[in-house]
């Protein structure tokens, strides 16, 4: 009998194991394939958050630009990932620069809200006799749902700036690359909440000469102007904003993270809530078998 509970025991084990390592390759992030192109993206940047370039994570972005340009990306990213934003400036040897260069990496997401890093060095200078500097933004884990006052990161669209903060009067124009990547790991269903939104929060369909001001969550261009975050750079987007007529813009099928968008009720707590289930079903029955009370068996009759 004892043997009998730890066989059930050990299948317990094995079947809670089993379930974490499924839940593990289920959460995996995909890799990037030969059909990405070599995992290379968009080979230029946009100038403001309307003409941001679209990637995907796991992607390089990469662009030719100058010193004192403002370099726009844009990247879906799904709840329950933790996103990490990697870029990198490179000048060519050639490059002759009068003094220090501030260069900076901000995140804002689907409302333009600007994010703040969880850790990474955001904002690094870049010395005369140096050519590379890399700058990294490390964000919370993007969330299913938040309360409407907190600035929690929600899915959708994530927004990267990249820009030199300061930089010597005759060192802006000098020519430049930058190389720019999000990853964006699974942070397992410890992290996961029971609501979820309507739409994530990507560009969505503007009707020409729409005037309702109830912008749903899918919406970027009302909530950016109420974000609160100043948005240097992108002076001529806040100046047109009210003037300018309503243009009409469909988010395009690319426009949502490999394999689409996946917030919903199913998390991997599912299967460990499962394993628990099973676990202590066969935990019981085990202990049962164990413990019962044994009975003699009665002797024939006339003994």
């Not at 703040?116 to 884990?141: I, S």
């Not at 790991?185 to 309507?198: E, I, K, Q, T």
């Not at 019962?292 to 002797?299: E, H, L, Y």
Request: a negative charge; glycine letters at 14%; one cysteine or more.
């Amino acid at each position: 009998m004892t043997r009998t509970g730890a066989a059930l025991l050990f299948a317990a084990s094995a079947l809670l194991l089993g379930g974490a390592g499924a839940a593990a390759a289920d959460d995996a992030p995909p890799s990037p394939s030969a059909s990405d192109g070599g995992a290379q993206g968009p080979t230029e940047a946009g100038t403001s958050f309307r003409t941001a370039q679209l990637f995907q994570a796991g992607q390089h972005a990469t662009a030719d630009a100058s010193s004192g340009d403002y370099l726009y990306w844009r990247v879906p990213v799904d709840a329950g990932r933790r996103p990490t934003v990697t870029a990198k400036v490179t000048f060519p040897a050639s490059s002759v620069r009068s003094g220090d260069t501030t260069w900076q990496v901000d995140v804002y997401d689907g409302l333009r809200r600007r994010q703040p890093c969880r850790y990474g060095a955001q904002t690094k200078t870049l010395a005369p006799d140096q050519d590379t500097v890399e700058l990294r933004c490390a964000l919370r884990t993007v969330r299913a749902w938040a309360e409407p006052w907190s600035n929690d990161p929600l899915p959708g669209d994530y927004y990267i700036r990249l820009t030199a903060v300061g930089a010597a009067q005759g060192d802006l124009g000098l020519p430049m690359t930058a190389d720019v990547t999000l990853d964006a790991p699974s942070a397992g269903g410890a992290f996961a909440v029971g609501g979820r939104l309507g739409a994530p929060l990507v560009p969505g369909a503007t009707l020409s000469g729409d005037t309702d001001d109830s912008a749903g969550p899918g919406s970027t261009d009302s909530a950016g102007a109420d974000s609160g975050d100043p948005v240097v750079g992108d002076s001529d987007d806040a100046s047109d904003a009210s003037s300018a007529p309503a243009v009409e813009t469909v988010a395009q099928p690319a426009d949502e993270p490999d394999g689409g968008w996946s917030s919903g009720w199913w998390t991997d707590r599912w299967l460990w809530t499962g394993g628990g289930a099973v676990a202590a079903a066969l935990a019981g029955v085990g202990g049962y078998h164990v413990t019962r009370p044994r009975r003699r068996p009665t002797p024939p009759p006339g003994y």
